[in-house]
């Protein structure tokens, strides 16, 4: 089955820096990636998918990267800000089917301000 | 948003109590999940129901009994559970195989289960 890791475990940034989350996985037959939020207590929320047709998709301040060659996938955050904080998961899934989705162990980012 | 709702939302429960987790969605999905999220480890996926229909069960101790009466509900029923069970226990919908969106999850708020 599809493996996802998802470094680093946690990451501090100052106020207005970037931020930037790795995920690589296993299965090449992958070809949706998720990202979702979790801030404390509350649920986990799409923030940002990539589909493996494209390499590069961007909402605001929020970007995801995807190198199908090396199998690899990264959430950039630019000009962080404290409510960014939060836990970041990754995810990876094929065939259409939720079902499959496999999740990263996530990242705990704390912005200091 | 309460597009996936989830009670209650805190649960403490002995080893010998029964007791049930209930779910409701409001999207009109056809897809419902039930995801374990323990500290420092990746989000466990339970049981997926599919146009009602039980279509995974990831080799879960059968101390969790779903249940999925429509497209909109979904229960996790609970008896003589283990300590180490004590997580967040998270419901999740999305729109089903039939749709290339499919993918996208969408969890409720989670019930904080604690096992003593």
């Known amino acids: 089955g599809e493996n996802v890791e998802q470094h680093p475990s946690t990451l501090s940034v100052q106020e207005g820096d970037s931020a930037v989350i790795k995920c690589t996985y296993s299965?090449?037959?992958?070809?949706?990636f998720p990202w979702y939020k979790q801030e404390l207590g509350k649920r986990p929320q799409l923030i940002i998918d990539i589909r493996s047709n494209v390499g590069e998709k961007k909402d605001q301040r929020i970007a995801v990267t995807l190198n199908k060659t090396a199998k690899h996938f990264s959430l950039h955050i630019t000009e962080t800000q404290p409510e960014d904080s939060a836990v970041y998961f990754c995810a990876a899934s094929h065939s259409g089917s939720a079902r499959q989705l496999t999740f990263g162990s996530g990242t705990q980012l704390t912005v200091l301000p | 948003e309460t597009g996936v709702t989830q009670t209650p939302r805190h649960l403490v429960m002995g080893m010998t109590n029964k007791k049930s987790l209930k779910c409701e969605q409001h999207?009109?999905?056809?897809?419902m999940y039930w995801y374990k999220q323990s500290a420092k480890k990746p989000l466990e996926l339970m049981f997926v129901?599919?146009?009602?229909?039980?279509?995974e069960n990831n080799s879960v101790p059968s101390r969790f009994s779903p249940e999925c009466p429509n497209s909109s509900h979904l229960f996790l029923h609970l008896h003589t559970l283990q300590p180490e069970d004590s997580a967040l226990y998270l419901c999740?919908?999305?729109?089903?195989?039939?749709?290339?969106?499919?993918?996208?999850?969408?969890f409720g708020e989670g019930s904080w289960l604690t096992v003593v």
């Open positions: 299965d090449s037959a992958s070809n949706y």
């Open positions: 129901y599919n146009f009602k229909e039980q279509t």
């Open positions: 999740a919908s999305s729109p089903g195989q039939s749709h290339f969106s499919g993918n996208t999850i969408y």
């Open positions: 999207l009109g999905h056809n897809a």
